[in-house]
C-alpha cells in the first residue's frame, strides 16, 4: 500500500483537504473573540482568511482538474503546468505581507520591528518581481520560496525570544502573542526541512517524503490548534504593549 504511487498521491491530497479544513477553527475562535481583538491580533485573524482562501483555491484548482479533466489536461499542457507550484506566489505573497505587519506591531525591540518592516516590503516585492520577470512562473523557485520559509520560522522564533525575556504582566500561558508564535514556529520550521532536503528525497525514496510531507501537514494542524488558543486567550491582550503606528 505504501509502495502504490497513485494511493501516495491520493493520500497527500487528502492530508492537504484535512489540513484545509483546520485552518477554519483559528477563525472560528477570532470571530467568537472578535470584540477582544487588539489591531495585530485582527491582522493576524486577516492572514488567517487570506491564508485560507489561498489553500482553499489549490484544492478547488485540484478539484477542477480532475473534475473537468477533458477541458482541463489539454490546456495544462498548453501552457505546461504539472502541479499547483505556479499559485505558490499567493501563499509567498501572503506571508511577506500579512506576518511582516503582524510582527512589525508587536516586536517589542525598536529596531528590530522597524527591521522587519523593510525586510517584509523588501521580499514582498522581490517575490513579485521574481515570479513576474526572473523565474518560471510553473517550477517550485529557489529564492522566494526559500525566503518565504526562513521568514516564517525566524520572525516567530525571534518573538518566542523576546517574550522568553521580556517580563509582561501576561504569563506565557495565557498571551496570545506566544501562542501564535508558537503555531508559527513549529510547522514552518518543519516546512524549512523540507525544503532542504525534499527534491532529494522525492526523487530518491517517494514513499519516505510522502510521509515526512504528510507529518509536516499534520504539524500544520497541530499549529493550527495553537493559532486558535492564542486567539482564545485574546482577552488579554489589552495588557501587552502596542506600538502606536
Request: with cysteine; aromatic share 22%.
Amino acid at each position: 500500500m505504501w509502495n502504490d504511487r497513485v494511493f501516495l498521491e491520493n493520500a497527500l491530497v487528502m492530508a492537504g483537504k484535512v489540513a484545509a479544513g483546520f485552518m477554519l477553527i483559528p477563525i472560528f475562535f477570532a470571530l467568537r473573540r472578535w470584540k477582544y481583538l487588539n489591531k495585530p491580533l485582527r491582522i493576524f485573524f486577516w492572514y488567517c482568511i487570506v491564508h485560507f482562501l489561498v489553500s482553499l483555491t489549490h484544492q478547488m484548482f485540484i478539484w477542477a482538474t480532475g473534475y473537468f479533466r477533458a477541458f482541463a489536461v489539454p490546456l495544462l499542457n498548453k501552457y505546461h503546468i504539472t502541479d499547483t507550484n505556479f499559485m505558490g506566489i499567493l501563499a509567498y505573497a501572503t506571508n511577506f505581507a500579512f506576518l511582516g505587519w503582524y510582527f512589525y506591531k508587536i516586536m517589542p525591540h525598536e529596531k528590530t520591528a522597524k527591521g522587519i518592516r523593510w525586510l517584509s516590503s523588501g521580499l514582498f516585492i522581490a517575490a513579485i518581481i521574481d515570479y513576474l520577470f526572473i523565474g518560471d512562473f510553473r517550477d517550485y523557485g529557489v529564492f522566494t520560496p526559500a525566503a518565504s520559509t526562513i521568514f516564517c520560522f525566524v520572525l516567530p522564533a525571534i518573538h518566542l525570544w523576546f517574550l522568553y525575556r521580556d517580563d509582561a504582566k501576561v504569563p506565557l500561558s495565557k498571551n496570545p502573542y506566544f501562542w501564535i508564535a508558537l503555531g508559527l514556529f513549529l510547522p514552518h520550521l518543519a516546512g524549512f526541512f523540507l525544503y532542504l532536503m525534499g527534491d532529494s528525497i522525492y526523487k530518491g525514496d517517494f514513499p519516505l517524503f510522502v510521509k515526512i510531507s504528510i507529518g509536516k501537514i499534520s504539524l500544520s494542524m497541530i499549529g493550527q490548534l495553537l493559532l486558535a488558543v492564542g486567539f482564545y486567550y485574546a482577552r488579554y491582550s489589552k495588557f501587552l504593549p502596542l506600538r502606536a503606528k
